[in-house]
């Protein structure tokens, strides 16, 4: 994978670029916000290690930039320990995933494989259907009646789990399980952040709702009746 580091203490952003060759990656770094966002602008990425806290242009912003212009690029984001209010805004800013420093640099390098990887596996069903929603997985798009909808990659993951299966109920830990590929404990706020953000693109401004809250079980995908 191609992977930008935006990271503004140097050190930190070089242990992270010689872990990722180590692990066969090509891996660069910019220390600035604004650079950072103009060279994956110029130079898409597969994925971005993104630090909130950076000079020239904020983390939040440079993903806001790189959103409105369509990036395709996978984005973790870095917070300090204990800024939740910073990962959730993150997150619904379209970040795919987050970790908290200090972290450790095996397990960044597993969650930098695992975003990789869902993006590189295609399904035998390429085309997806749920009412008038429809998914091109091998393309990765989305329309609904007619209409295309701009996923982030991980909102992109977790439809597609859902409308692999309309009318199955997923649990937050399920999802969160088979999208994050993470089987320890996790946060069941993210799972419901991105919900929400599927929501908004998917079932605002339609008479009937596609996707289905069910208290206190989970969440399913189904067609109108
Ligand atoms: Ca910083």
């Known amino acids: 994978m191609r992977i930008l580091v935006l990271e503004d203490e140097r050190q930190l952003a070089r242990h992270i670029t010689q872990a990722l060759v180590r692990h066969g ?18 130079h898409p990425p597969d994925l971005i290690v993104l630090d909130l806290n950076l000079p020239g242009l904020e983390g939040l912003s440079v993903l806001a930039g790189l959103r409105e212009a369509d990036s395709a690029a996978r984005v973790l984001i870095l917070t300090a320990r204990g800024e939740v209010e910073h990962r959730v805004k993150g997150l619904k800013a379209g970040a795919d995933d ?22 590189a596996t295609p399904t035998a069903a390429d085309l997806l259907e749920v009412g008038d929603l429809h998914m091109d997985v091998h393309h990765r798009r989305v329309s609904r009646a007619g209409r295309a909808i701009a996923l982030s990659p991980r909102e992109f993951d977790v439809l597609q789990l859902l409308m692999q299966e309309p009318g199955r109920v997923f649990s937050r830990t399920e999802l969160c399980e088979r999208v994050w590929q993470r089987d320890h404990e ?16 998917v079932d605002s401004g339609f008479p009937a709702p596609l996707i289905h809250t069910l208290r206190a079980i989970g969440y399913t995908i189904r067609p109108p009746e």
């Open 25 to 42: 990656h090509s891996a660069t770094a910019q220390f600035d916000g604004l650079a950072g966002l103009k060279e994956a602008l110029e």
């Open 98 to 119: 987050y970790m908290a420093k200090p972290f450790s640099m095996d397990e960044l390098v597993a969650r930098i494989e695992a975003l990789g990887r869902r993006g």
């Open 186 to 201: 996790y946060d069941t706020r993210t799972v419901e952040i991105f919900i929400t953000r599927l929501r908004k693109k």
